[in-house]
């Protein structure tokens, strides 16, 4: 365990922060496994945005975003 106060400080926000990337990457993962087994413009969109705000808060990287989108965007056609 930190001794230092600002080191305490960060192994709670980082506990924080960890849980809370979890739940979202989760929520990700869940929308992506729906969408690919029920792939229509309706789930596409959400699942753009999704990518989008997943992108936004670093969960997965940019290129990673558009390769899904891509893959995604074959199924519905």
Not at 5 to 27: F, H, L, P
Request: charged share 40%; no cysteine; net charge positive.
């Amino acid at each position: 365990m930190p001794l230092i106060k600002s080191a305490i400080k960060k192994v709670r926000k980082d506990k924080t922060r960890t849980a809370r990337n979890a739940k979202r990457e989760s929520a990700l993962k869940k929308i992506l496994k729906d969408t690919r087994r029920n792939p229509d413009k309706k789930n596409l969109s959400a699942v753009f945005s999704a990518l989008d705000k997943a992108v936004k808060v670093n969960i997965i990287h940019k290129n990673k975003a558009s390769r899904l989108k891509s893959n995604l965007s074959k199924l519905v056609k």
